[in-house]
């Protein structure tokens, strides 16, 4: 019989080897014979972590913890199990439990601060890098994390050179490419980032990350026709579904009076549906019957369109058709360039007669409508949404009414401002009833959200403002968009100056009252 100290030897090879299940029987084995053995309950909660059993992790490093409250590693282990959980406060704790009893451990510096950046405490967060990367000069994930942390500061130089550093120390890691050629993407360096990307892309083909950063740079930087090549064969890498059409994808051909079924994707924006509905007319021209399946919110205003055999939500009986395609293919499929994008604009127009009326204004005054944020759940709203607060220096210019086009927590944010802007939102159900709203105004000053493609695509004057690093379709410097002639748009010149874009945005608004007063 094998003694405890043997048989813990051959679970750790077991363990070693990767035979997860062989070495948590061997441990268990152990804990019968001897049950306060907490370096066999860390292993076991170290195997189930490995396994992603993680409740069953958290009751193993919790009972290594009961009988040794100063085991460092089982303090770190369960700090990037609640980590992954989300629970955040935990974590910490953890890992400061874990540096009390030992404040020269870099690992744990390095897993501190990346839950001190997620709880919004940055410059706490760069110490706890720096001391990771000062006890252990070699350690790669103190770079990066130091790196994204300098970049959400907007100190992209100097996290452009961590990023470099860290590339000196793990050479092959496609992650930290990526990490590179973002940060000089955001700087402007669209070209050097394409170059990091291709490197990466050359030993982890099959990245899609790396893919879909390279797209994104190809189309911000007018490569129309390359990155919307590339997006399409990236969407379809990317899903792991089985297209549910047995009709094939149109290849731009002449349709010859054939049906054709163009759909918004799941998960795709309102946003890219508005915009590349566009494309319905040259289809049209085509030859084809289009019907068009898309998200419930937007069938009425798409009704509004010319030519189309119906509009259907999402979920609905589709009628028979021959050929299918997602709007989002549209621009592939017709062979888009920065130079032949179809403008045509209005391409959509709000139902005749007006669902309502504007709450009346002065007849002298211009009527502007306003949105600072878009869908929460977006995963960039934090960075597109202004806060309303740093519109104050627009309300205060005379001649103008403010209307509100925001829907959800953003409105609920007005209701307790004291603004004076006039809330729609209640009033708005979908985006036909918006594109009511749209038609009776001026002008409409929106950050990049949905009401912006729609008062483009409207033809109606849309003031944009962008973050420091906007959306791949407004491009790059310009203050026009080849989208929208209507269009005017205000950029950042660092990350979250909202200050800066609304001081332009008010010495604009002022001209343009100015202008149009004579």
Not at 13 to 31: D, K
Not at 222 to 238: H, M, P, T, V
Request: glycine share 6%; proline share 6%.
């Amino acid at each position: 019989m094998l003694s405890s100290s043997d048989t813990l030897n051959a679970a750790i090879r077991y363990h070693q080897a990767g035979q997860l299940s062989e070495a948590e029987q061997l441990y268990r084995e152990i804990l019968q014979q001897e049950p306060c053995q907490e370096k066999v309950m860390y292993l076991l909660g170290l195997a189930s972590h490995q396994n992603g059993d993680l409740a069953i992790a958290s009751e193993w490093y919790q009972q290594a913890l009961a009988v040794n409250p100063n085991y460092i590693d089982a303090h770190n282990n369960l700090g990037v199990l609640l980590q992954q959980q989300g629970n955040l406060q935990r974590a910490a704790d953890h890992y400061q439990a874990a540096l009390r009893l030992n404040p020269i451990n870099p690992k744990v510096h390095a897993n501190l601060g990346v839950i001190l950046q997620q709880l919004g405490q940055v410059e706490s967060a760069i110490a706890h890098y720096e001391t990771a990367m000062q006890l252990d000069p070699n350690l790669a994930a103190a770079y990066t994390n130091l790196a994204h942390a300098l970049k959400e500061l907007g100190q992209l130089d100097a996290a452009i050179a961590h990023y470099r550093s860290a590339l000196k120390l793990m050479p092959t890691n496609p992650d930290a490419y990526r990490d590179l050629g973002d940060a000089l993407q955001e700087m402007g360096n669209v070209e050097e980032a394409l170059v990091v990307y291709d490197r990466a892309i050359s030993f982890a083909p099959h990245h899609i990350e790396l893919k879909g950063s390279r797209i994104r740079a190809l189309l911000i930087s007018g490569k129309l026709k390359e990155g919307f090549a590339g997006y399409d064969q990236w969407r379809l890498e990317l899903s792991s579904q089985v297209s549910r059409f047995k009709q094939p994808v149109w290849d731009g051909s002449r349709l010859e009076g054939q049906t054709i079924l163009l759909y918004a994707e799941p998960g795709s924006g309102m946003g890219d549906s508005i915009q590349f509905i566009r494309y319905v007319p040259l289809v049209i021209q085509h030859g084809g019957k289009v019907i068009v399946e898309c998200q419930p919110s937007l069938v009425p205003l798409f009704e509004q369109m010319s030519g189309l055999q119906q509009v259907l939500p999402w979920g609905s009986p589709l009628p028979e058709f021959s050929v299918q395609a997602s709007l989002l293919s549209l621009p592939r499929i017709l062979g888009t360039t920065l130079e032949n994008i179809p403008n045509q604009c209005p391409y959509l127009a709000a139902p005749e007669p007006l669902m309502f009326d504007l709450p009346k204004a002065d007849l002298a005054t211009l009527k502007v409508g306003l949105v600072w944020g878009g869908n929460p759940q977006h995963s960039n709203d934090r960075d597109r949404a202004c806060p309303l607060s740093e519109l104050r220096p627009l309300l205060n210019i005379p001649g103008i009414t403010f209307y509100s086009l925001q829907k959800g927590i953003h409105q609920e944010a007005l209701k307790s401002a004291n603004l004076p802007i006039i809330d729609l939102g209640d009033r708005l159900h979908n985006f036909a009833d918006t594109a009511a709203a749209i038609a009776q105004l001026d002008l409409v000053i929106s950050v990049d959200t949905a009401v912006a493609h729609l008062a483009g695509a409207m033809g109606k004057p849309v003031w944009i403002l962008l973050s420091f690093a906007p959306d791949w379709r407004w491009l790059m410097d310009r203050t026009d968009s080849p989208w929208y002639p209507t269009a005017r748009l205000f950029r950042q010149s660092r990350r979250q100056d909202w200050a800066g874009v609304c001081a332009s945005v008010a010495t604009a608004l002022q001209d343009w009252s100015r202008d149009r007063a004579h």
